[in-house]
């Protein structure tokens, strides 16, 4: 099977810029998707593909990757960005699986 | 509006069984891909399971193969997740989601507000 890593927490200064990664095999193959997720709410997808967002996020999230690692990157980030950061993949392995990354606490000092 | 509403949570005593439902509104649900996708307090996001549009195409979870179901009735815009055989480490909040265009298998644009499932004597 395919595992996805996040860095557990990582901080960024109001109006800074941040980036989150995620590392696996799969995604030498699969683009990640992220998901973005506040206290008691469900997540929400923020980039897809190969640095697309859905309707609605703001231009200041971003996607790129190399290798085997994705990135999220939020240029300026606000206070409002405070949240879990989530990053999915299919599995490497072709038997039609999906992994999630750990997780990364983003505080905004 | 797209939304998905969750419901069927609750306690229940380990080996037990429990149902969950997810009903769907604001889109034309026999045309999507849908998914449960779970998280157990305080951890990260767990995939379970998937189904195709029309229900013909089915993957699990390595952690639930075996013990929980996915289903769907298009007629009534609802989507299930018959859980059998419950066990503490299934206890989490369970979330539907709707799969994207871009990727129906990893993509997730909509998603319910979760249903709690709690597994203990």
């Known amino acids: 099977s395919s595992e996805l890593t996040q860095d557990p927490a990582v901080s960024v200064a109001l109006g800074q810029t941040v980036r989150i990664t995620c590392q696996g095999d799969s995604?030498?193959?699969?683009?990640?998707?992220w998901y973005q997720q506040k206290p008691g709410q469900a997540p929400v997808l923020v980039i897809y593909g190969k640095n697309n967002r859905p309707s609605g996020i703001p231009d200041r999230f971003s996607g790129s990757s190399s290798g085997n690692t994705a990135s999220l990157t939020i240029t300026g980030a606000q206070a409002e960005d405070e949240a879990d950061y989530?990053?999915?993949s299919?599995?490497?392995?072709?038997?039609?699986r999906v992994v999630f990354g750990g997780g990364t606490k983003l505080t905004v000092l | 509006e797209v939304q998905l509403v969750e419901s069927g949570g609750g306690l229940v005593q380990p080996g037990g069984s429990l149902r969950l439902s997810c009903a769907a509104s604001g889109f034309t649900f026999s045309s999507y891909e849908m998914n449960w996708v779970r998280q157990a307090p305080g951890k990260g996001l767990e995939w379970v399971s998937?189904?195709?549009?029309?229900?013909?195409?089915?993957?699990?979870?390595?952690?639930v193969k075996g013990r929980f179901t996915i289903s769907r009735d298009n007629?009534?815009?609802?989507l299930y997740l018959q859980m059998n055989s419950l066990r503490a480490e299934d206890t989490a909040v369970y979330y539907c989601a709707r799969s994207a265009?871009?990727?129906?298998?990893?993509?997730?644009?909509?998603?319910?507000?979760?249903t709690l499932v709690t597994v203990s004597s």
């Open chain 2, 101 to 114: 265009d871009y990727d129906i298998l990893t993509g997730y644009d909509y998603w319910g507000q979760g």
């Open chain 1, 90 to 96: 299919r599995d490497s392995s072709g038997n039609h």
């Open chain 2, 75 to 78: 007629a009534k815009n609802s």
């Open chain 1, 86 to 88: 989530y990053c999915n």
């Open chain 2, 50 to 63: 998937y189904i195709s549009s029309s229900g013909s195409t089915i993957y699990y979870a390595d952690s």
């Open chain 1, 27 to 33: 995604l030498r193959s699969y683009y990640a998707s």
